[in-house]
């Protein structure tokens, strides 16, 4: 079946940066997208932006550009999420789905990384 | 980029049918045919329940129905149970420049 499995939880210090990683299995990695979604304490979903695992191409919310990056390994399947000079309002879990652009769906979601920025 | 604009919370009692509406603009919701719902219950990930604004993914209940008016999207879900309440979202694409954006979300309680 399709599996999503993201790397543990961290904590970091207030202008660190972070790296999600999202380790994907029982479908082909390069046919879909994997977008990147978080959600802070108590709060709703916000998208944060997708890469194309086929072609590395990638597109981020405006929100975060400048301070996300995200990148994949297609030898293991995983995808990635680098998120830079962290604050405490990044605070929160931080999930990846795999995608498809042109029906518009996430499924299946990973499990969530909880990532506490805090000094 | 703003968010798509849900109701905080709708209710319900067992057996009762209760609409979320998702309301965007026509360079979102009006233009494309590119809405999904999802279910989040407490602690979980989000659940697809429907994409392109009215096809239900297998294994979903087919008492949960979407459907598209203009600038708004609607979820219905029909004969209402218990393991329904949860929080629900709309996810939207909008256009090249705002690319993909949630609602705020819908608690709906069944009482």
């Known amino acids: 079946q399709v599996q999503l499995v993201q790397s543990g939880a961290e904590v970091k210090k207030p202008g660190a940066s972070v790296k999600v990683s999202c380790e994907t299995s029982g479908y082909t990695f390069t046919g879909y997208y994997i977008f990147w979604v978080r959600q802070a304490p108590g709060q709703g979903l916000e998208w944060m932006g997708w890469i194309n695992p086929n072609s590395g191409g990638t597109n981020y919310a405006q929100k975060f550009q400048g301070r996300v990056t995200m990148t994949r390994d297609t030898s293991i399947s995983t995808a990635y999420m680098e998120l830079s000079r962290l604050r405490s309002e990044d605070t929160a879990l931080y999930y990846c789905a795999r995608g498809d652009w042109g029906s518009g769906w996430l499924d299946p979601w990973g499990q969530g990384t909880l990532v506490t920025v805090s000094s | 980029q703003s968010a798509l604009t849900q109701p905080a919370s709708v209710s319900g009692s067992p057996g009762q049918s209760i609409t979320i509406s998702c309301t965007g603009t026509i360079s979102d919701v009006g233009s494309y045919n590119l809405v999904s719902w999802y279910q989040q219950h407490p602690g979980k990930a989000p659940k697809l329940m429907i994409y392109?604004?009215?096809k239900r993914p297998s294994g979903v209940s087919n008492r949960f129905s979407g459907s598209k008016s203009g600038n708004t999207a609607s979820l219905t879900i029909s004969g209402l149970q218990i393991e329904d309440e949860a929080d629900y979202y709309c996810f939207s694409y909008g256009g090249s420049s705002t690319s993909w954006v949630f609602g705020g979300g819908t608690k709906l309680t069944v009482l």
């Open positions: 392109g604004g009215t």
